[in-house]
Every structure is written in structure tokens, then in C-alpha cells.
């Protein structure tokens, strides 16, 4: 009942805010919640095992008969710390809405909790159609987000958030069907399960795109590529942060986009192994585009919120080459780089929250001489900027060196010109960070009428855990890798095999398997 | 021949025979009521008494399996579920047509008796075994219908409306019967049952049998708003008063579907590739004009008879399955559930509507819908739940609804429509996300007042609720519909 609690709580949250009669204390309410949750979340961690690849907490209840559709939950190693990512920023948004969203205040926090509800069942289902599901209802409350609390362009951005996002997901869905189908003719049954996807040998050959199995590749690839998003689909990224209100930009940034990395994991490599090995070329070059084009793009922005999301583009660039060579350093650092960019990342946009609060402008030639003015803001940007650039004993640094590595030992090529991203992406955060801290003060700095406050308790409360975060991540990895390492050595090894050989030693005919 | 009608005929046909009887009641009260019009509370009483009546033997008898009256009516799975959706949206548009201002007038006796009338002809046509009781059936649904439309009120839109459903409702019925009469003269038959157990080699065979039954199929499309004979749908359904467009969009369309399922999901017409891939060709068209055609609209109403242009299309998908099916009813089946789902979106959102006319010539254009969400909450949550379904997203009964409907046809091996479906529900989504923009996100009052219909605001709940359910629970649902198919 574990990973159900954690599913579906948020939803019972909403109509808890939804009923509450006390409009004034609706975010108390609610961070309360939302903390509640994560300390749910946090005996996962603590029940998790390890030691095994296995999945674990697992839920499995017939919901569609018919089409051997499931009811089915489950955790490993790779989803694990991309539940508690999302069961962790959750309070922080929160809390970081106090002032940033003053209207509807009802809507929105129905709004985050189903959003958070929609995030946790896809990193949790275990079945295709119940993963689709959650996968295009998170797609409903970020709509509103942006189009309710947004910026002024915030239909155009919302619309083409909404329509890139579903356009991309309505071929894996076909494709799921087809997998559905293809299970029905191995076993005899049809089921949309994981693990009765993993035993179905899907045909493939080399050298054309038009063999069932590239074809089923591309159709799901292309959703996840959509969602990361890998150049050239990624334009409605920079439009949907700019455009979002803080809450969102931070949840778009440190969940949404990993839901496209995960699914590459869960489902794209493993599902369709020799697929992506043939095809990973692909990835492999339109990943290194996006390091390199994201930052050269961001280093040209006059908007710091712009500047972030290009680097977003640029930042989820490694951790698709990081996935693509698909061995264990790559996989480990790209997963390890999803979490980072979570917390950097985020922890970026809040800042930039915060100070556009003040000035209500995020112009970079605006600003100058920050530094002087806001000492507190500017040591929490600077943390920040670190591990975005990814100095050592930051976080940043131990996911990029791991990609950076897997990628020299599998792909030597792509690791040279991936490199050049750390360079480009040092430059434009260090450019970015002197230009709005140092230097002569700008307009918005010197307004001797309106002196800028330095950052409140409360700000500061909502910081702190990301920094800390980015320190403890830096210097102690292993707390954390250890945990994945069985699941991602697993998937190396075994490919798409991945369940079935746990799952099969168990019923014990993994022999007949082996024959077949 | 020898006729024999049997207290077995009569048992069979007893909902077609309730509802006429329940039709008569409004007008003799009327009649010795000194031709004053009684109230209209207890007219709609009697009205939907009938149609409960009417559901009530329908699911007692019905779905047997058995015939009647000489093999031209059947009282199997298509009747039983299409009649059971047909007489349920009837009766939902009844009450919208009590409330609605342009339709609750001097003459809602006359207008319930037409209704009931209508959807005998409805429960006529789903059972119709032979194509003469299934023209007779479609007269008398469409006969009621023309005069429903027409007689409302006064507003000129709506006389337009009428005449030209007139019109083109009789070309459709004339190319249908033209078509019997092929099929007649080249088999010496008209019963379905019958003629398609020759199907199969007389589609290859004889061109003269093809001719007639693609004008059979042709006199449909018409009926189902399939491009390139769709051009009356948007005006009829705009110029209509709202619960009838409403009748139109469900109840009528249903129905039809129902008897072009009954011709083409056979299996027996599948030898002919030609028509069949024509067929693909109408639904892929359909689906395109459809939803190209909605997002220019302005006029909400308008807007809605363009989107239902596209539902045909994605329903005419599982109409092409369950003719190619092999795997039993699988393609039926989707199609029955597809057409559940949609009348429940459609009357939600069309009683959305009536809501919000304010007066009998009231024209509410999407820009209308701004900043509803202030005046009318839950009428707006609700409006958005429809859409949302209508778009077909989850967890919504509407993505259900495409998720039987496409693994339908990827299991038939038409990946190439369910691509085409996908894309097109793409598409779709630039339109019905419109007014959930205006409503939600744009300042500025709505100046739609609209006003309080307690009777259809229930109508509006109850549907969203089906759909947040349903959605959740729609395994069951399909498994009964299948399971009564392959028994």
C-alpha cells in the first residue's frame, strides 16, 4: 500500500485544499501536506533494499481485464531518488509561492498536488497504459499553471507547451497498443505490463528504419525527446519557463524534464535494445547539439529566466549522451546529473523568483552591483552558479565527470566535443553571475527610493535545504549511487532482460527462457 | 408470404410500443384540455415516464438475440446498447428542451410527442433487419425531426435550419432507397440478414449488388455527417435550438451508426477492398475536415458540430474494424462504448450551452466564454472536464473511449487510421483547449449571464461525474458490451 499512499495522496490533498473553508491559511495547509508527504516518501527510502535490481514495494491489481491491463506500481534504483526529488522540491515550491502567487490561490496548490500525484505515478507505474495515463494527466495541471499564473505571453507558451508535449506522446501510445498486441501473440495473453514487455523479442534488423522494432523505438523516443527535450524539438522549453510563474518553472525543471530522461531509462533502451544501440548515434549527436547550441543560445540571452532555460537545453544534452552509451558510468552520471539538475536547476529559478519579486524585471543589462546590495542573495547564487557549472565538490561536478567518463570509454568522438559544454557553460553563468552582481550598479539597483531587501527567513529556509543538497551530493555520491548501482549495473548488463531474469529465477523456468 | 404477428412479436417490440403510447398521452390531455397547453412539468413527466418505461422493457427483452414480425426486426447486442444509449440521450435532451428558453414555449406538448415519435423510429432503426424497415425508420426519427426544428420558434436560423436538414435528409433517404432497389433487383431481397450471407461473393461478382449497397452505405454517410457529405451539419446543429442540436449530435447519430454497422460490420462486405478502402479513406477525410473545420469557428455551437464531424470520423475507424474483424465483436464492441462516451460529452457539453443562452436568438461565440470561470465555477470545471475528454486525454472516459476504438483497428492490422486517429486528436486539442483558455486565463467579465436550469445542472454534474468515473472503471463496462456479442 506503500507506493499507492505515495501516488495518490497528493489527489486527496487537492480536495482537502479544494474543501478548506480558511482562505487565509490554504498554504499553511498545504506545505503541511506536501511535507507529509515527503516524509511518507522518506520510508520508502528507508524500506528500500539496495542490494538488488529487483523491483520492490510492489503493487499488482488486474484494472482492465480485457487488455491485461494492470493496476501496477513499483520502485528500483532508477526511479527511486526521482520519486524523492519530486516528494522534496514539492514543499520548497510551495513554500516559494507565498508571495509569487497571490491569486486563485485555491486552484493552485489543487493544481501542484495533482501535478505532483501525476509525476509520482509515472516514475512508479509499471504498466504501459497505466504509465501513459499519468504521463498525459501531468500535462493538464502544468496547463493551467502556466496559463493561469504565467507572464504575459502565457496562452502562446501554454498552448505550445500542451500541444508539443501531447503531440509527441500520441505515437508511443499507438505504439504500446502495438506492443499489447505483440504480447498477446508471444504468450498467448495480452498484457501491457513491463514485464511482459521485456519478454517479447521484438524483431529488428540493421540498416533501415522500416523493421519493427526502430519503428517502435522512434515512436516512444520521440515523446521522451519531446519532454527532455532534445534539440531540435525543444523550442516550447524556453517559452514554457519564461512564461511560467517561479512554482512552475521549478517544477517544468527540476520534475517534468526528467520524466522524458526516465522514460529513455525505463522504458526506450531497455524495451528496444538493439534499436537504441543502432540508433544511438542519433541521440548520441543530437545530445551533444544541444550541450553545445543550448549554451552558445543562453550565453546571448538579455533575460536571466531565458539564460537558465537555454541551459536547461544545455544540461539535459549530458544526461542524454550520458544514457546513450549505455554503460555504467554513463547511465550512473546521467541519472546522478537528472537529480542535479533538479536541485541547481530549481534552486536557479527560485532565485531568479525571488529577485524578479523585488525588481520585477529579469533583464540582465538591468541589473549590477548586486552583490553590494544583497550579500545573502548573492553567496546563495553563488553556491548555485557552482554547481551549475559543475565545480568540484558540488554536485554538478560528479554527474558530468561520470557522463563526461562513460562517454571517453565508449564514444571517445562525442566526449570532445561534449567536453567543450563545461567550458561554454562556465562562461555563460560566470558572464551572466558578474554582469548582475558586480560591476557599476544598474537602474534597478540604485532606486535609492525602494532599497532592495536582502533575502527573509523564509527565502533563506527554502534555500538552504538545495544547498545543502548541492554540497552533500558533491561530496558524498556514494550515499546516493549506492543505492541505483544494482539497478543500473542490471540494466547494463542484462539489457532487456533486465526483470524477466529476476522474475524468472524466481517461477524458475529462466532455462526454457535461455533455449528459446 | 404468410405474415403471422405472434404475443412473441408483440413482447419483443413492447419498448417501441410504450414510448409511442407515452407519446400520445401530452397531446390527448391537450385535446380535452380544450386545446389549452397543460403544464410542462408534468408534460416532461410524462415524456421521460415513457422513455423510462420504454428502457425498462428494452432491457428486459431486448438483446436476445431472437426476431420479430417476420425477420424484420432483431433484437440482438447493436439494438439492446445503441437503443439503451439512444432512448438515455433522448431522454437527457428532454430536459433540456424543458428548460431551454427557445424550446419551452406554447407547444411542448406537440414537441414531446415528436421527440417520442423520433425515437421510435430510433428503437425501429437499430432493430431494422431489412433495409424497407430501416427507410422506415429513418423517416419517421427524421420526419419528427424536421418539424421539432422547424416549429421551435420563430428565430429564422432555425426555419433555415430545418428546411435545409429537409432537404438533405431527403436526398439521403431518396440515395438509400435507390440503392435498396439495386440490391433488390439483383438479389431479390431486402433483409440484411439474408442478402449478406451472399455478400461475399456477390460484392465481387456483381457490380450492380456493389453499386447498390455503396449507395446504402452513401444515404448513411449522410445521416453520420461523413465528409464530403457533411455540408448541412454545421448549419443544422447552429441553427437549431440547443437541446436538439443536442438530440442530433447523440441520440440521431447513434442510431444511425447502428444501422450501418448492421450493413457493413458483417464481414461480408470485407471482400470488396475497394469499398473498404474507400471507407478508410471517408474516415480519415472526416476526421480532418472535422477538426480543421472547428478550429476556425467562432461560434461555439458551431465549433461543436465541427468537432462532431470529426467523431464521426474516429467512430466510422471501429465501424471499418468490425467489418474486417475476424476477432468476434472486438471492433462492435469499441464502437458501442466510443458511442457511450461520446453522448455522454456531447449532452454535458451542449447542456453547457443551453445554460448559458440567455434568450431563444442567443448566439454564444467562444469569445463569449471569458472569464466564466469567475461567474460560474463548477459550470466551468465542468465544461473543461468535457473538453478534456472530447479531446481525449486521460484520465477522462474520452481517451478510453479512443483507446478501445484505436486498439481496435491496430488489432485488425489499420495502423495506418489509428496514426491518423492519434494525429487528428492532436489537432483536436488546438480547439477544444480554446475555451478552456478564455474561461480560465483570460481577464476580463463574461458578459454571458445565463441563467439557473436546475434540471439541466444536474444533467451538467451527472455527466462530469460519468466521466471521472467511468473513466477509471471502463473495463467492466466494455467486457459486458463484448460479452453480450459473442453470445
Redesign the interface.
Known amino acids: 500500500m506503500l507506493l499507492s499512499t505515495i501516488v495518490f495522496l497528493p489527489i486527496i490533498f487537492a480536495f482537502v485544499v479544494l474543501v478548506w473553508p480558511q482562505a487565509k491559511t490554504i498554504r499553511h495547509i498545504a506545505f503541511i501536506l506536501s511535507l507529509l508527504e515527503f516524509l511518507i516518501s522518506l520510508i520508502v527510502l528507508n524500506k528500500f533494499d539496495s542490494g538488488t535490481a529487483q523491483l520492490q514495494l510492489v503493487e499488482k491489481q488486474m ?5 491485461g ?1 494492470q493496476y501496477f506500481l513499483g520502485i528500483d534504483g532508477i526511479s527511486l531518488w526521482l520519486v524523492l526529488l519530486t516528494t522534496f522540491l514539492t514543499p520548497i515550491i510551495i513554500l516559494a509561492s507565498w508571495n509569487s502567487i497571490d491569486k486563485k490561490l485555491k486552484g493552485f496548490h489543487v493544481a501542484m498536488f495533482v501535478l505532483q500525484s501525476a509525476m509520482l505515478g509515472t516514475f512508479l507505474a509499471m504498466d504501459a ?1 497505466f504509465f ?2 499519468f504521463w ?2 501531468s ?2 495541471p502544468m ?2 499553471m502556466i ?2 499564473w504565467g507572464g504575459s505571453r ?2 502562446y507558451a ?2 505550445k507547451f ?2 508539443f508535449t ?2 509527441g506522446s ?2 508511443m ?2 505504439a504500446i ?2 506492443l ?2 505483440l504480447t498477446q501473440q508471444s504468450s498467448g495473453q495480452m498484457s501491457a505490463s513491463l514485464l511482459e514487455f521485456y519478454k517479447v523479442r521484438i524483431p529488428f534488423v540493421g540498416g533501415s528504419i522500416l523493421n519493427l522494432q526502430s519503428l517502435l523505438f522512434f515512436a516512444f523516443a520521440l515523446a521522451f525527446a519531446i519532454k527532455v527535450p532534445v534539440w531540435p524539438v525543444h523550442t516550447w522549453l524556453p517559452d514554457a519557463h519564461v512564461e511560467a510563474p517561479t512554482p512552475g518553472s521549478v517544477i517544468l525543471a527540476g520534475v517534468m524534464l526528467k520524466m522524458g530522461t526516465y522514460g529513455f531509462l525505463r522504458w526506450v533502451i531497455p524495451l528496444f535494445p538493439d534499436a537504441a544501440e543502432y540508433w544511438a548515434w542519433v541521440f548520441l549527436v543530437l545530445g551533444v547539439i544541444g550541450i553545445i547550441y543550448g549554451a552558445l543560445v543562453a550565453m546571448v540571452q538579455p533575460d536571466i529566466k531565458k539564460l537558465v532555460a537555454y541551459s536547461s537545453v544545455s544540461h539535459m544534452g549530458y544526461i542524454i549522451v550520458g544514457l546513450f552509451v549505455f554503460n555504467e558510468y554513463g547511465i550512473t552520471g546521467g541519472l546522478y546529473q537528472m537529480l542535479n539538475h533538479g536541485v541547481s536547476t530549481g534552486a536557479l529559478f527560485l532565485l531568479i523568483g525571488m529577485i524578479y519579486e523585488r525588481t520585477h524585471s529579469r533583464e540582465i543589462s538591468k541589473y549590477g552591483g548586486l552583490a553590494g546590495v544583497l550579500p545573502i542573495f548573492t553567496i546563495f547564487f553563488f553556491i548555485i552558479t557552482l554547481s551549475s557549472i559543475a565545480v568540484p565538490m558540488t554536485n554538478g561536478f560528479i554527474g558530468e565527470f561520470l557522463i563526461l567518463l562513460g562517454l571517453h570509454q565508449a564514444k571517445p568522438i562525442y566526449a570532445y566535443f561534449a567536453v567543450s559544454g563545461v567550458v561554454f557553460g562556465a562562461s555563460y553563468m560566470l558572464w551572466m553571475f558578474k554582469r548582475v552582481f558586480f560591476g557599476e550598479k544598474g537602474e534597478l539597483v540604485k532606486d535609492i527610493h525602494h532599497p532592495l531587501k536582502d533575502l527573509s527567513l523564509r527565502e533563506i529556509s527554502i534555500l538552504t535545504p538545495l544547498v545543502i543538497l548541492v554540497f552533500w551530493m558533491g561530496l558524498f555520491p556514494n550515499q546516493f549511487l549506492d543505492y541505483s548501482k544494482a539497478s543500473v549495473k542490471h540494466l547494463v548488463t542484462n539489457k532487456n532482460r533486465y526483470y524477466l531474469q529476476i522474475e524468472d529465477i524466481k517461477s524458475g523456468n529462466l532455462k526454457q527462457i535461455e533455449n528459446k | 408470404m404468410k405474415i403471422d404477428i405472434g404475443m412473441a412479436d408483440i413482447i419483443r417490440t413492447s419498448p417501441m410500443i410504450a414510448i409511442f403510447l407515452a407519446s400520445l398521452i401530452p397531446l390527448t390531455s391537450k385535446l380535452f384540455n380544450n386545446n389549452k397547453e397543460p403544464s410542462n412539468l408534468i408534460t416532461l413527466i410524462e415524456g421521460i415516464g415513457g422513455l423510462i418505461v420504454g428502457l425498462v422493457l428494452l432491457a428486459v427483452f431486448g438483446g436476445s438475440g431472437e426476431t420479430a414480425f417476420n425477420k424484420v426486426l432483431v433484437f440482438d447486442s447493436i439494438s439492446f446498447w445503441m437503443g439503451i444509449i439512444a432512448i438515455s440521450s433522448a431522454g437527457t435532451a428532454i430536459i433540456m428542451m424543458y428548460e431551454n428558453p427557445a424550446t419551452n414555449g406554447n407547444q411542448f406538448s406537440e414537441l414531446v410527442f415528436l421527440a417520442l415519435n423520433s425515437v421510435v423510429g430510433m428503437l425501429i432503426l437499430v432493430s431494422a433487419l431489412d433495409l424497407l424497415t430501416v427507410f422506415i425508420g429513418l423517416e419517421l426519427m427524421s420526419l419528427s425531426l424536421y418539424l421539432m426544428i422547424g416549429m421551435s420558434h420563430e428565430e429564422k436560423l432555425s426555419k433555415e435550419a430545418s428546411f435545409k436538414y429537409f432537404v438533405l435528409g431527403s436526398f439521403a433517404s431518396a440515395i438509400f432507397l435507390y440503392g435498396t432497389s439495386f440490391i433488390y433487383g439483383t438479389t431479390g431481397s431486402t433483409n440484411v440478414g439474408l442478402l449478406m450471407q451472399d455478400a461475399m461473393g456477390l460484392v465481387q461478382t456483381n457490380r450492380l449488388f456493389l453499386f447498390g449497397i455503396s449507395l446504402v452505405i452513401l444515404g448513411f454517410c449522410f445521416k453520420i455527417s461523413i465528409a464530403p457529405f457533411h455540408a448541412w451539419t454545421p448549419d443544422v446543429y447552429q441553427g437549431a435550438p440547443t437541446p436538439h442540436t443536442a438530440f442530433m449530435a447523440t441520440a440521431v447519430k447513434v442510431v444511425s451508426f447502428a444501422a450501418l454497422l448492421r450493413v457493413v460490420a458483417t464481414k461480408s462486405l470485407a471482400a470488396s477492398d475497394g469499398l473498404f478502402m474507400v471507407l478508410q479513406w471517408l474516415a480519415v477525410i472526416t476526421m480532418l475536415v472535422g477538426n480543421l473545420g472547428a478550429i476556425v469557428q467562432t461560434n461555439l455551437k458551431r465549433m461543436l458540430a465541427y468537432s462532431s464531424i470529426a467523431h464521426s470520423g474516429y467512430i466510422l475507424v471501429g465501424v471499418i474494424t468490425a467489418g474486417v474483424s475476424d476477432a468476434g465483436f472486438f471492433g462492435a464492441s469499441s464502437v458501442v462504448f466510443y458511442l457511450f462516451s461520446y453522448c455522454v460529452m456531447t449532452l454535458g457539453t451542449f447542456a453547457i450551452v443551453s445554460i448559458l443562452e440567455k434568450s431563444d436568438d442567443d448566439i454564444i461565440t467562444i469569445d463569449n466564454l471569458k472569464g466564466l470561470a469567475h461567474k460560474k465555477p463548477i459550470h466551468a470545471f465542468c465544461f473543461s472536464l468535457f473538453l ?1 475528454s472530447l479531446a481525449g ?3 477522462a472516459l474520452g ?1 478510453f473511449g479512443k ?1 478501445y476504438l ?2 481496435a483497428a ?2 485488425e492490422g489499420l ?1 495506418w487510421l ?2 491518423w486517429g ?2 487528428n ?2 489537432i483536436s ?2 480547439y477544444y ?1 480554446k475555451p478552456i ?1 478564455l474561461m ?3 481577464e476580463g467579465e463574461s458578459d454571458i449571464a445565463g441563467h439557473s436550469l436546475n434540471a439541466t445542472t444536474v444533467t451538467v454534474l451527472a455527466s462530469a461525474a460519468f466521466i471521472a468515473v467511468l473513466g477509471v472503471l ?2 467492466p463496462l ?2 459486458a458490451v ?1 460479452k453480450s456479442f459473442i453470445n
Open positions: 484494472w482492465i481485464e480485457r487488455f491491463i497504459v501513459y495515463v498525459e494527466l500535462l493538464i496547463y493551467f496559463g493561469i502565457r496562452i501554454t498552448i500542451f500541444i501531447m503531440a500520441v505515437l501510445l499507438i497498443i502495438y499489447m498486441y | 478534456i486525454l486521460p484520465p481517451f483507446f484505436f486498439n491496430i488489432g495502423i489509428a496514426i492519434v494525429i486528436s492532436v486539442v488546438f483547449l483558455v480560465y486565463m483570460t471502463s473495463g466494455f467486457s463484448e
